[in-house]
T-cell receptor, first 117, second 113 residues
Framework: AQTVTQSQPEMSVQEAETVTLSCTYD???????LFWYKQPPSRQMILVIR??????QNATENRFSVNFQKAAKSFSLKISDSQLGDAAMYFC??????????????FGQGTILTVHP | EPEVTQTPSHQVTQMGQEVILRCVPI?????FYWYRQILGQKVEFLVS????????KSEIFDDQFSVERPDGSNFTLKIRSTKLEDSAMYFC???????????FGSGTQLSVL
């Protein structure tokens, strides 16, 4: 079974600074997807960024980028120019690619990000 | 952007009562899911549903739980006899074929008293 570990229960950052959230995972599969989800106090699950395991290039979405290290099974999220609206719980998630098993996400425990003005 | 809609947003029930949580997935989606999140904990997979049948379920999804797609638009999760430990946020999600992106609803907070 796959596991996802987020070792940082809480992180904080000053507004406009950069912060990196860590995630490691364990799988015997070679084809999979990794995600970062943001969960604000409303508890809505918002997809921040997605990485396909077969792609060597790290995904980026505006101020959000990842550092995907497949051999190390590491998938960190970097938030640049942090904004007050970035404050939320962030979940790392894994899913096997393809077939009907896609959609069975395995989530990490989450990291609470606080942004200080 | 199209949305997954969940109703109600909050549900309070007495222990032992049946509850039905409702979801309207995005119209052209074919795969449907339920997840739950106990307060302060991680999000957990409950069940996936495709072609009018369960394709996968977790250990949490025991005989007290059932899912149904009663018509062409709704997808429901029924808990037959609620327990205190069923109190959680329940998320519905859906996706279409070939698109590796899951769309989540805004959740139903279930409180069992």
């Amino acid at each position: 079974a796959q596991t996802v570990t987020q070792s940082q229960p809480e992180m904080s950052v000053q507004e406009a600074e950069t912060v990196t959230l860590s995630c490691t995972y364990d799988t015997s599969e070679s084809d999979y997807y990794l995600f970062w989800y943001k969960q604000p106090p409303s508890r809505q699950m918002i997809l921040v960024i997605r990485q396909e395991a077969y792609k060597q290039q790290n995904a980026t979405e505006n101020r959000f980028s990842v550092n995907f290290q497949k051999a190390a099974k590491s998938f960190s999220l970097k938030i640049s120019d942090s904004q007050l609206g970035d404050a939320a719980m962030y979940f790392c998630a894994y899913v096997n690619a393809g077939g009907t098993s896609y959609g069975k996400l395995t989530f990490g425990q989450g990291t609470i990000l606080t942004v200080h003005p | 952007e199209p949305e997954v809609t969940q109703t109600p947003s909050h549900q309070v029930t007495q222990m032992g009562q049946e509850v039905i949580l409702r979801c309207v997935p995005i119209s052209n989606h074919l795969y449907f899911y339920w997840y739950r999140q106990i307060l302060g904990q991680k999000v957990e997979f409950l069940v996936s549903f495709y072609n009018n049948e369960i394709s996968e379920k977790s250990e949490i999804f025991d005989d007290q739980f059932s899912v149904e797609r009663p018509d062409g638009s709704n997808f429901t999760l029924k808990i037959r006899s609620t327990k205190l430990e069923d109190s959680a946020m329940y998320f519905c999600a859906s996706r279409t074929t070939g698109v590796q992106k899951l769309f989540f609803g805004s959740g139903t907070q279930l409180s069992v008293l």
